[in-house]
């Protein structure tokens, strides 16, 4: 299985980016998929997650900002971040909770991060 995330920049405050996320490999099922990020010398946070049932959860500081959704395959997720700040600043990952058809567990798979930048 393997995540691979792509959309990451630079942008200047304000701005907007889009991040997308595709799942891929024998995937028996996705439980839930979501977006993570970090700065140097910080704990990884929560952005934003999907379930497979299309609930969403925002951290507070992107709610009303960032909209996370689902292609038809369900195998990919998107983050549209509007409005952005200098202090979104971060490496952005993407994790998905998923049951591969070879061990039929439950588990986490990350895909490699990508840099968003926010100029002032």
């Known amino acids: 299985v393997q995540l691979q995330a792509c959309g990451g920049g630079s942008v200047q405050a304000g701005g907007s980016l889009r991040l997308s996320c595709a799942a891929s490999g024998m995937i028996f099922s996705i439980n839930e998929m979501g977006w993570y990020r970090q700065v140097p010398g910080k704990q990884r946070e929560l952005v934003a997650i999907i379930t497979s049932r299309g609930s969403t959860n925002y951290a507070d500081s992107v709610k009303g900002r960032f909209t996370i959704s689902r292609g038809n395959a369900k195998n990919t997720v998107f983050l549209q971040m509007n409005s952005l700040k200098p202090e979104d600043t971060a490496v952005y990952s993407c994790?998905?909770?998923?049951?591969?058809?070879?061990?039929?567990?439950?588990?986490?798979?990350w895909g490699k991060g990508t840099q968003v930048t926010v100029s002032s």
């Open positions: 994790k998905g909770v998923l049951t591969r058809v070879a061990t039929m567990l439950l588990q986490e798979y």
